[in-house]
């Protein structure tokens, strides 16, 4: 027992004396590795192309913060986001699905939708202006010219001639002619209405159960009950029964 003790005891030292060893032992130097350097300076140049395509930078960054603002104005986010809005809010789950899931569900649908545009605007403008075949100025308008037939279809002509008076301006005869400080939100104002449409038609079920609850408490006495409590399942049950998730993103997909 005695030499078994001495035996741990040594070994225990020997680990000791190591482990103090590498740690007072001092550190290799590590390898020198080259730091990049960043040189933010204004040069003079003899070539005006050179200050050109820097403003052309410039202005390129500046549009791409804009870039959520397009994707919201100017494809089918608006209606779709709308509706899923007011699908929650007729169901009566305020937090459910959150946010995240619903603007989620909203771009995926838009991108989906949106697909053959953006099919177009890569084909016409995309690549043409990647092999150098077309100038930027012409890739801008192949780009815009599918997006605005797109809009241009979705929009009331009731509300494109509001925004067409209120410029000034006489009602074109092509949709070339049509500026885009007209049609976007002349296109706007038909998604919302359109999206309040549909959010019409899907509020009408929910309120039939809620008022055939509410009617139904009453009756017995339950003053106190707050019908929400009650028509709240149902409501829930009715809605997975008809399989409304599926209902609903065929109509707004077919609705485009």
């Not at 890569?122 to 012409?138: G, M, T």
């Amino acid at each position: 027992m005695a030499r078994n003790n001495i035996k741990q005891s040594t070994i225990v030292v020997t680990l000791l004396a190591m482990l103090a060893v590498i740690m007072l032992a001092p550190a290799a130097p590590a390898a020198a590795q080259p730091l990049p350097g960043i040189d933010l300076n204004i040069q003079p140049t003899d070539e005006p192309t050179h200050v050109v395509n820097s403003i052309k930078i410039l202005l390129l960054l500046t549009l791409l913060s804009l870039v959520p603002a397009f994707l919201l104005m100017m494809t089918s986010f608006t209606r779709i986001i709308v509706v899923l809005s007011l699908l929650r809010s007729a169901v009566g789950i305020q937090q459910t699905p959150p946010n995240q899931v619903i603007i989620g569900l909203a771009l995926f649908l838009t991108l989906f939708i949106m697909a053959p545009v953006f099919q177009q605007v890569n084909e016409q403008a995309i690549q043409p202006y990647l092999a150098e075949e077309i100038s930027q100025e012409q890739a801008w308008e192949n780009a815009y010219a599918p997006v605005r037939s797109f809009m241009l279809r979705q929009t009331r002509e009731k509300d494109l001639a509001l925004f067409v008076r209120m410029a000034g301006m006489e009602m074109p005869l092509r949709e070339q002619d049509v500026p885009a400080r007209v049609l976007i939100p002349a296109f706007v104002t038909s998604e919302l209405k359109t999206a309040f449409q549909i959010g019409f038609m899907i509020y009408i079920p929910f309120l039939v159960i809620d008022m055939v609850v509410a009617s139904t408490l009453m009756s017995m006495g339950m003053f106190m009950l707050p019908p929400v409590m009650i028509s709240l399942p149902f409501k829930i049950l009715l809605f997975v029964m008809v399989d409304g998730w599926h209902l609903v993103v065929k109509t707004l997909v077919e609705s485009f």
